[in-house]
């Protein structure tokens, strides 16, 4: 299925290859397509800038969480706290866009940028990377909070016997442990905040242009793909600047998960 799904993306991207250099499309930064200019660079950018805030707004909060839950909370919030990630998990993606338009942005646009000296309508990647952090909490918390759940109880007992603290012994000693399992959570969040699209759509601000800073307008991958795809389809070369973006988005997600599956044998090979 994945052999299937890259030939055909790539056949529906070949009129674009043939017609320009995938060196060129891919570091040009003009997006004209009535005068066909095809520039993927301001939407890789903003693919990567929305999802490198989002993981590092996650990834610390997410791997604090799990150890607290596991190391620390009680049986009973543990009960009361894992269902409601399920829940956060089964909420479409469009509550949180919305949730982001009504929150995010205005926050960000009156008490955020001011504190900079910024002016900045708040429809920015700062907002993407926020709305999309929320969104993969639950799945990295959840494998998180299984995969600390696995540590043996005698290593940590051995720990604590040396004189080592519980913080000493989780950060040291469990955290290192765990490190594969807690790598593959953060791959799988990746996973997901790189094919995001409606609640990015809808707070990013959807500029084709370069981001410089946490508060500049950037137009995901995804976005650009949801925004245009079915129309204006009678421009030369539209259609298949489209089927390109969407088979670049999955080489990089294929290309990374197998990088991070590479790095995750060779962790659990060294264990």
């Given amino acids: 299925m994945v052999l299937l799904i890259f030939v055909g993306l790539t056949g529906k991207s070949l009129p674009l290859l043939q017609n320009e250099p995938i060196g060129q499309i891919l570091t040009e930064s003009v997006w004209s397509p009535l005068k066909g200019n095809f520039g993927f660079l301001p939407f890789i950018m903003g693919t990567v800038w929305v999802t490198f805030i989002s993981l590092l707004i996650a990834v610390p909060l997410c791997t604090l969480a799990s150890a607290y ?17 399920n829940v956060l998990a089964a909420i479409p993606p469009v509550l949180y866009g919305v949730w982001g338009v009504l929150f995010v942005v205005p926050v960000l646009s009156r008490y955020v940028a001011p504190m900079f000296g910024i002016d900045s309508s708040g429809y920015s990647v700062f907002a993407g990377g926020i709305v999309l952090a929320v969104m993969i909490f639950p799945i990295m918390i959840s494998i998180m909070v299984q ?65 410089k800073s946490l508060f500049d307008a950037g137009y995901p991958i995804p976005a650009l793909i949801a925004n245009n795809f079915g129309e204006m389809m009678s421009i030369p070369l539209y259609d298949s600047a489209l089927m390109f973006a969407a088979l670049l988005l999955f080489v990089i997600i294929f290309g990374f998960n197998l990088i991070s599956r590479l790095i995750l044998n060779r962790l659990e090979g060294k264990n």
């Avoid at 009960?79 to 990630?85: F, N, Q």
């Avoid at 290593?155 to 080592?164: D, M, T, V």
């Fill in 69 to 85: 839950l596991v190391e620390y909370a009680s049986e009973h919030l543990r009960r009361l706290v894992l269902p409601l990630m």
């Fill in 147 to 211: 995969v600390l759940q696995t540590i043996p109880q005698d290593l940590k007992s051995a720990s604590l016997s040396l004189g080592a603290t519980k913080w000493e012994t989780i950060t040291k000693v469990v955290l290192v442990k765990a490190r594969p399992g807690l790598i593959a959570a953060v791959v799988l969040g990746i996973s997901r905040a790189f094919g995001e699209t409606i609640a990015v759509l809808m707070v990013c601000g959807n500029v084709p242009q370069i981001p």
